[in-house]
């Protein structure tokens, strides 16, 4: 009996300890209550949500922006080429009417210098001599239109190229 009252009241030592040890780990699991510092984190978790969710709407708005000026970029490039492209085929056909011009000259003033010596050997007629000197005059003064032209154009390309707040000649 003695065996038996020691065992039982071993058993319910190791019982008294068991429940002690059941107690200090549901003591460890539970959170300490302080108000203070669960309401001061929650608002702190809050803020820092709603700063991050305007950093969001912030960056999306860059990102259109970006959008926006890449677009107006190439807008800008393309109209540019299409400039450069429109100035150096109007550049092309000026120097093409040039070219034609000074070729009609040169073969004029050659037809004029045969007549001149045709004239002076006593075989032409006075009237086509004069008739021949007016269409040389006349083609000099397209010349100088056709270059008058070409240096309009060049002066064109050239305001093109400027920025606007260069200065202006009428102010």
């Known amino acids: 009996m003695a065996d038996i009252e020691e065992l039982q009241r ?9 429940g002690k040890g059941v107690e200090r780990l549901d003591a460890a699991s539970e959170p300490p209550e302080d108000p203070v510092d669960i309401e001061d ?3 702190r978790l809050g803020a820092s949500e709603a700063a991050l969710e305007e950093e969001r709407i912030a960056g999306q708005q860059r990102e259109e922006r970006i959008k926006t000026l890449h677009a107006k970029l190439e807008d800008a490039q393309a109209t540019m080429k299409a400039r450069m492209d429109a100035q150096s085929e109007a550049t092309a056909q000026v120097d093409l009417e040039l070219q034609r011009l000074r070729k009609a000259n040169e073969q004029l003033r050659a ?4 007549l001149r010596e045709a004239n002076k050997a006593g075989l032409a007629d006075p009237h086509l001599i004069n ?5 040389e005059l006349e083609a000099l003064n397209a010349a100088r239109s056709a270059e008058t032209a070409e240096a309009e154009a060049i ?3 050239f305001k093109q190229l400027l920025p606007d707040d260069s200065p202006r ?3």
Request: avoid cysteine; glycine fraction near 4%.
């Open 41 to 43: 984190l929650q608002a």
């Open 10 to 18: 071993r058993l319910t030592a190791a019982i008294d300890r068991i």
């Open 155 to 157: 002066a064109a390309a």
């Open 111 to 114: 037809n004029n210098k045969a």
């Open 131 to 135: 008739t021949g000197m007016i269409a």
């Open 169 to 171: 000649e009428d102010a």
